[in-house]
């Protein structure tokens, strides 16, 4: 943090002092309040210096009334010709260390400009403070400088104003607030009469001077808050509060919100002398910030269907702001302020320079850039994010950087699984026990397997890119540009059409070919897988088994023709043994009786010769 210098016109400042620890008053309260609404800032201070210390004479949105002299913005400012005005603190070496700056919620901002007094020294800094880095516009600037002025000549004017409070003198001030500001001003007496109102309040109430005294301005109120306005006001006149209240005003063209404040001007005995108030039409901006709201909303909600968070950075400022879809996604609350630095710090260190040499490239030559980067969350959730962003250009000089950011983890790792898919799905096409190509709609060769190789006798780099009717037969070339090939590119599929393909020795393989097609989003042909059935050894075993079948059929009719001749062979021996035994039985009969007839002779040698003859027949027999 560094320490200002002391004003070269320290003693004759320090000699103007005389104001300090003095109670608040309203000309004042009502100058700082002006300023913090025209700025649009949370924080306005009318602040004086002595020696050792800031003491605010009027605050706005500050709870401090006094800090050490070497802390405040105000000394740095004393020492400025003119405005003195920081962007955002945390970005300037002089502040980026200082109490306010590191705490919470951070002073980011902080426009200052000296109260200059006749004499030329400069007692005190009027200033306002916000919590996000900003810049005053040309208009807020020149509205400062006016409220300075008029808290100067406030000031200069301040004791003889008290001293002679009910004196012609005691209106300077308020006719110096009200031709300055441009919001209107009014001022009422002790009843809470209006005595005075300038021409803005006129123009805004639509009422010329003469109506808008006494109670006139109540014939302005919409009738449906008449009531509720004059009953607050009359409520705040008898306990001498001060008056604070947004309500509608009926116009020409129809119904204007205003904001009307006022505070209670006290005599030094501490009784009520009137009221000094001013009133802004804030209908343009109540329908603006209307409108921002909504317009922020449907962005907020569209953002969160869609995951998509938007942010910008101003190149002059290096102010970072982010819609609340983005803090989500890096697991922030919304609302928070991050610094440049601290959201690249979000991506892992490997994606930082690509997003530096995006945005170089983006600065150089207007190309707008969409990155797929690593980014590890406030939680520490490690995340793909889509950071896409472009180069907004003013007069041919770059000012800002917008873009877009969401969260694509879930589809970055679908794509990689997919792409790990593919690879394994070509390993295992490659290598796949089946016989496979594919094809494209020319008839060329897009892939094979391993084993269409190892079959056929080609290598990957002899087949892949040819037309696959180079590896048929003519006759099957044929039949597949002119029969197989369009009935599959028509009803999507082929099945078993017999094909004769050519290997690499010159020998030939019958195989019966199985296709689909695949088919574009427009329904165009893309390409054709096929499975091919290797059928030649399946056609020789189907031979030899043709050939087995029928050497059994001819066996199989000469065992019928043996059988036949076996049959009719036992039945010539069955005549054959009917035929010869009844004549031999005759004869064995007749030996008998002859033998029988011999023995009775006692012719024995005749006898055994018969006997011999009936063992012989007896053989024959059996």
Same mark, same amino acid.
């Given at each position: ?17 005389? #104001? ?18 025209i700025c649009g800032t949370?924080? /306005? ?53 200082? %109490?306010?700056?590191? /705490?919470d919620p951070p002073l ?42 008029? +808290? ?18 005691a209106e300077q001030p ?23 109102? $300038? ?8 009422? %010329? ?12 109120? !919409? ?34 919100? #205003?904001?009307?404040? /006022? ?112 980014? =590890? ?9 889509? @950071? ?10 770059? &000012?800002?950087?917008?873009? +877009? ?8 790792? !679908? ?11 070509? &390993?295992?096409?490659?290598?796949? %026990? ?28 002899? =087949?892949?890119?040819? @037309? ?47 296709? &689909? ?7 165009? %042909? ?5 499975? #091919? ?51 031999? $039985? ?37």
């Amino acid at each position: 943090m560094v320490i200002p210098d002391l004003p070269p016109d320290e003693d004759r400042r320090l000699a103007a002092l005389a #104001v300090m620890d003095t109670k608040s008053e309203p000309l004042f309260d009502h100058l700082t309040a002006l300023a913090a609404q025209i700025c649009g800032t949370p924080v /306005a201070l009318l602040g004086l210096l002595d020696e050792k210390r800031p003491w605010f004479k009027a605050a706005v949105g500050c709870g401090r009334s006094e800090m050490p002299r070497t802390q405040t913005f105000c000394a740095h400012a004393l020492l400025a010709d003119g405005l003195f005005e920081v962007c955002d603190a945390r970005l300037d070496e002089r502040f980026a260390d200082h %109490p306010d700056v590191l /705490a919470d919620p951070p002073l980011r901002f902080y426009a200052g400009i000296p109260i200059r007094l006749d004499d030329g020294s400069h007692p005190g800094t009027l200033c306002v403070v916000d919590f996000k880095p900003r810049e005053l516009t040309d208009a807020q600037r020149e509205a400062l400088k006016r409220l300075a002025d008029a +808290a100067a000549a406030g000031l200069m004017m301040r004791e003889q104003a008290l001293a002679r409070a009910e004196g012609p003198d005691a209106e300077q001030p308020f006719h110096v607030l009200a031709q300055t500001t441009p919001l209107g001003v009014f001022r009422t007496d002790a009843a809470g009469h209006f005595i005075s109102t $300038n021409a803005n309040w006129q123009r805004i109430c639509g009422l %010329p001077a003469g109506a808008s005294l006494g109670d006139g301005w109540a014939a302005t109120l !919409a009738a449906e808050d008449s009531a509720s306005v004059l009953s607050h006001w009359r409520r705040c006149v008898a306990q001498r509060q001060p008056f604070e209240m947004r309500y509608r005003l009926r116009a020409d063209a129809g119904l204007r919100q #205003v904001w009307a404040r /006022a505070r209670p001007l006290l005599l030094p005995d501490g009784r009520l002398r009137g009221y000094v108030g001013i009133v802004e039409d804030v209908t343009d901006r109540i329908s603006a910030e209307h409108e921002l709201r909504e317009s922020k909303a449907l962005l907020d909600r569209t953002g969160r269907v869609a995951g998509i968070g938007g942010w910008t950075l101003d190149l002059q400022t290096e102010a970072l702001v982010w819609s609340d879809q983005t803090f989500r996604i890096h697991d922030l609350e919304p609302g928070q302020q991050p610094t440049l630095d601290e959201a690249i710090a979000y991506y892992k260190p490997e994606a930082r320079p690509v997003i530096e040499a995006a945005v170089r490239r983006g600065l150089s030559h207007g190309e707008p850039w969409s990155l797929e980067l690593p980014l =590890v969350t406030a939680k520490g959730r490690e995340i793909w994010v889509l @950071a896409q962003g472009q180069v907004d250009w003013q007069d041919g000089v770059p &000012v800002r950087l917008v873009g +877009a950011v969401q969260d694509v983890t879930e589809h970055h790792r !679908a794509a990689v699984e997919l792409e790990h898919n593919r690879q394994r799905l070509r &390993v295992l096409y490659e290598s796949t %026990p089946a016989l496979m190509h594919s094809v494209d709609t020319a008839g060329r060769v897009l892939s094979v397997s391993d084993r269409w190789l190892q079959r056929l006798g080609y290598k990957r780099q002899q =087949v892949v890119g040819r @037309a696959l009717d180079d590896f048929m037969t003519p006759e099957s070339a044929r039949q597949v540009r002119e029969v197989y090939r369009p009935a599959m590119w028509r009803d999507g599929h082929v099945s078993d059409c017999p094909v004769q393909l050519i290997c690499a020795d010159g020998t030939l393989r019958d195989v019966l070919v199985s296709a &689909v097609a695949e088919y574009g989003p427009d329904g165009r %042909p893309l390409r054709a897988l096929a499975l #091919v059935d290797d059928i030649t050894e399946a056609l020789k075993h189907r031979a030899e088994l043709a050939h087995e079948q029928q050497m059994r059929r001819q066996t199989e009719r000469h065992v019928q023709e043996l059988d036949q001749l076996l049959r009719e062979r036992s039945e010539m021996l069955d005549v054959l043994a009917h035929e010869v035994r009844q004549p031999l $039985n005759n004869a064995s009969a007749a030996l008998q009786s002859a033998a029988a007839s011999l023995a009775g002779r006692g012719e024995r040698q005749a006898q055994e010769r018969l006997t011999r003859a009936q063992a012989v027949l007896g053989q024959v027999l059996a």
